[in-house]
T-cell receptor, first 114, second 114 residues
Framework: KQEVTQIPAALSVPEGENLVLNCSFTDSAIYNLQWFRQDPGKGLTSLLLIQSSQREQTSGRLNASLDKSSGRSTLYIAASQPGDSATYLC?????????????FGKGTKLSVIP | KAGVTQTPRYLIKTRGQQVTLSCSPISGHRSVSWYQQTPGQGLQFLFEYFSETQRNKGNFPGRFSGRQFSNSRSEMNVSTLELGDSALYLCASMDGVNLNTEAFFGQGTRLTVV
């Protein structure tokens, strides 16, 4: 059974700092890994999808890396802004018998202090 | 293109009642998955529908059910509501044919059971 862990559970940084969020998973046989952002009481916004064959994926100030062999992914946020404050979740898909479901970590709650 | 639409956004129900939530996926997507999010358990998979068929079901009691219509819109139903059913219910829209693609989520329905 796939398990996904995100450390730390919460992180507070001053504005302008670069930061790294961590995600680890137990079963390295994954298709991809997806990073999401969630604002309080809202749905999930997809940030990046990184395929199993990729090492990195970039979107603006965000960079996600994937190391399947070690079961790890990191989300790097450059020059953090107060608007980046949210909970960040990583998820990996399980596909059995043609179905599809995501297994999520518990998330990292990020606070960027002006 | 239009995103994933969930209705209603908020619901307050009394214990013992039943409730129906709706999800309209992105145009062209044939897979709809449902997740329950609570502070204690995080995001948990409920079920996935593809082309009007349930392909997979999570570990939830039979009070939780769903269906999908020919236009890919999906509904989930919870009968005999319990206080513990209070949660944010999220649906995800996917292509469904190519499993190695991005999942897009709606804004969620916040259900409060009193």
């Amino acid at each position: 059974k796939q398990e996904v862990t995100q450390i730390p559970a919460a992180l507070s940084v001053p504005e302008g700092e670069n930061l790294v969020l961590n995600c680890s998973f137990t079963d390295s046989a994954i298709y991809n890994l997806q990073w999401f952002r969630q604002d309080p009481g809202k749905g999930l916004t997809s940030l990046l999808l990184i395929q199993s064959s990729q090492r990195e994926q970039t979107s603006g100030r965000l960079n996600a890396s994937l190391d399947k062999s070690s079961g790890r992914s990191t989300l790097y946020i450059a020059a953090s802004q107060p608007g980046d404050s949210a909970t960040y979740l990583c998820a990996v898909p399980y596909s059995g018998a043609g179905s599809y479901q995501l297994t999520f970590g518990k998330g990292t709650k990020l606070s960027v202090i002006p | 293109k239009a995103g994933v639409t969930q209705t209603p956004r908020y619901l307050i129900k009394t214990r013992g009642q039943q409730v129906t939530l709706s999800c309209s996926p992105i145009s062209g997507h044939r897979s709809v998955s449902w997740y329950q999010q609570t502070p204690g358990q995080g995001l948990q998979f409920l079920f996935e529908y593809f082309s009007e068929t349930q392909r997979n079901k999570g570990n939830f009691p039979g009070r939780f059910s769903g269906r999908q219509f020919s236009n890919s819109r999906s509904e989930m139903n919870v009968s005999t509501l319990e206080l513990g059913d209070s949660a944010l219910y999220l649906c995800a829209s996917m292509d469904g044919v190519n499993l190695n693609t991005e999942a897009f989520f709606g804004q969620g329905t916040r259900l409060t059971v009193v």
